[in-house]
């Protein structure tokens, strides 16, 4: 089962912040936080990823609670091209290169 | 720089027929990891292959099976096809070594397969 809970959908309107909360209370140590995201009909592509300090690159922000119980992914300027939906994923980093499990995520609607 | 390659794009077979998927990895990664999502829901985890060896598996019966070439492609096979196995199909490809970039698995668009 996957180890984060999200909420099932959010609407964003265009050129908004969209923030996208993720629940991990049980993580672990060494398990970092992934985002992936899947438009429609396409296969998931990566986003960002981190284990205790927030990071941000080309594409969104993640910031990680203080206690790593919880992260949210941020998209600075939400475009219609970034209706998709949103997995959050927690997964140990290293060693055997542990498979991704995948919840049910969350549908991001950007609307004009 | 082609990223994940997967064939063919589409594909309907019939109850008991057997499918083979094939899967290009991106330059440069030599692990590849498939993954099944029926409609609806999140992908679910087949197995993973590294160095031509099956190296972790998920929950799938043995008609599932899969292979690895010495060029890193990956081949996925199902046996005694059922009309659950209806679903998108998806090959993922990622590198051993690369500091930051290891353990990142870029997906493919995936294998529509249609079971009548």
């Known amino acids: 089962d996957a180890k984060t809970t999200q909420p099932p959908s959010m609407d964003c309107a265009e050129g908004r912040a969209a923030n996208l909360p993720c629940n991990h209370s049980?993580?672990?140590?060494?398990?970092?936080v992934y985002w992936y995201r899947q438009i429609h009909s396409q296969g998931p592509q990566y986003i960002i990823h981190?284990?205790?300090n927030n990071e941000t690159n080309e594409m969104a922000s993640l910031i990680i609670t203080e206690d790593r119980k919880s992260s949210t992914l941020i998209l600075p300027h939400a475009t219609l091209r970034d209706t998709a939906v949103y997995y959050c994923i927690v997964r140990s980093y290293g060693g055997s290169q542990g498979n991704l499990i995948f919840g049910k995520g969350t549908k991001l609607s950007v609307k004009p | 720089d082609a990223g994940v390659t997967q064939s063919p794009t589409h594909l309907i077979k019939t109850r008991g027929q057997q499918v083979t998927l094939r899967c290009s990895p991106k330059s440069g990664h030599d692990t590849v990891s498939w993954y099944q999502q029926a409609l609806g829901q999140g992908p679910q985890f087949i197995f993973q292959y590294y160095e031509e060896e099956e190296r972790q598996r998920g929950n799938f019966p043995d008609r599932f099976s899969g292979h690895q070439f010495p060029n890193y492609s990956s081949e996925l096979n199902v046996n005694a096809l059922l009309l659950g196995d209806s679903a998108l199909y998806l090959c993922?490809?990622?590198?051993?070594?690369?500091?930051?970039?290891?353990?990142?698995?870029?997906f493919g668009a995936g294998t529509r397969l249609s079971v009548l």
């Open positions: 049980t993580i672990s140590g060494n398990e970092y």
């Open positions: 993922a490809s990622s590198p051993v070594s690369g500091g930051r970039a290891k353990n990142i698995q870029y």
């Open positions: 981190g284990l205790k």
